[in-house]
């Protein structure tokens, strides 16, 4: 069944000279690996710089379902990057944002919400100028709410308390210090 999708590239791997198996999260079906054939051809309608993590791009792909691996016919940019490729603190970033991800997005199944948080994040990503050196722990942060794991948010305090998940006004760890002869030991309780 042929189909238009747009998606996120998550990683690539190369199968053979002329193919290679794209790792990708899409709007209409989820997480799905795609072989791309002939991208380094002048005839090809998929290019290999469209392959980069966290592109996002508009595929017409041919899908059946319960196939493991599908295939892509057709694949242009989604939104092209001013800033991503060029600079190497954002290039790290998604680097970094695109292994998280395409380690931890394990369903095949498909999520509106999640996927439009991605791709805003990823823009947002992409056209901020400044300020962008704990982008990667903030999206970390709310990417907890769509991986089912967000902490809970209620109470006002800076310290977080790891096992129960909340954050507290008091530490909740107790520091104890041993020293002797000139060694000390750290323990938290």
């Known amino acids: 069944m042929q189909s238009k999708t747009s ?15 794209a790792t990708v ?19 090809s309608g998929s290019r290999a710089a469209l392959l980069q993590p966290l592109t996002i791009v508009e595929m017409e792909v041919k899908h059946i379902p319960g196939k493991e691996i599908q295939q892509i016919k057709e ?3 989604g939104h092209a990057f001013n800033s991503i490729p060029f600079s190497p ?15 931890s997005l394990r369903q095949s199944e ?13 823009l947002q990503l992409d056209m901020s100028q400044d300020g962008i050196h704990n982008f990667h722990l903030v ?16 109470v ?18 107790i520091l104890i210090i041993y020293c002797r002869k000139l060694v000390c030991t750290f323990r938290l309780y």
């Not at 998606?7 to 198996?21: E, M």
């Not at 999206?139 to 809970?152: A, H, I």
């Not at 305090?157 to 909740?172: A, C, H, M, R, W």
């Open 75 to 77: 694949m242009r940019i």
């Open 7 to 21: 998606g996120i590239i998550l990683s690539t791997i190369k199968y053979s000279d002329s193919a290679t198996i």
């Open 156 to 173: 006002e305090g800076k310290y977080f308390d790891l096992i129960n998940g909340v954050f507290l006004t008091e530490s909740p760890y």
């Open 110 to 122: 498909p999520d509106d919400n999640l996927y439009n948080f991605l791709e805003n994040s990823i």
């Open 89 to 103: 603190i954002k290039n790290s970033i998604a680097l970094f944002i695109a292994e998280i991800l395409y380690k």
């Open 139 to 154: 999206f970390l942060q709310k990417l907890t709410r769509y991986l089912g794991f967000e902490p809970n948010e209620e």
């Open 25 to 43: 999260y899409t709007e209409q079906f989820g997480r799905i690996s795609y072989m791309v054939y002939a991208i380094n051809k002048k005839k």
